[in-house]
């Protein structure tokens, strides 16, 4: 069984920065895609950045040049650099696995983690 464990979260003042990682863990044989959602009290749930195995990467518009995302294919880490954070962005931040084959003869299979807090206040 795969599993997503997350660190990083906390408490940050606004403009502050926190970094967020997401570590797989388990019978892995391939990643395609790892990223980071969010889900605020009363939206949709968000993409807020994802990198595939090759480097491609998908921001949302919001954070763009503020948040960086980066990933250790070797270790099947993934982290979230964020920086100026606002406290509308105060909520749970997901780690997302897809594409995940624990052997090249096992179909593909998707893992969320159970999300870390950020919150920004002052």
């Known amino acids: 069984q795969v599993q997503l464990v997350e660190s990083g979260g906390g408490l940050v003042q606004p403009g502050g920065s926190l970094r967020l990682s997401c570590a797989a863990s388990?019978?892995?044989?391939?990643?395609?895609?790892m990223g980071w959602f969010r889900q605020a009290p009363g939206k949709q749930r968000e993409l807020v950045a994802s990198m595939s195995s090759g480097g491609n990467t998908n921001y949302a518009d919001s954070v763009k040049g503020r948040f960086t995302i980066s990933r250790d294919n070797a270790k099947n880490t993934v982290y979230l650099q964020m920086n100026s954070l606002k406290p509308k962005e105060t909520t749970v931040y997901c780690c997302?696995?897809?594409?995940?084959?624990?052997?090249?003869?096992?179909?593909?299979?998707?893992?969320w983690g159970q999300g870390t807090q950020v919150t920004v206040s002052s």
């Open positions: 388990g019978v892995i044989f391939s990643i395609n895609v």
């Open positions: 997302h696995a897809d594409g995940v084959r624990v052997s090249p003869l096992h179909p593909r299979a998707q893992y």
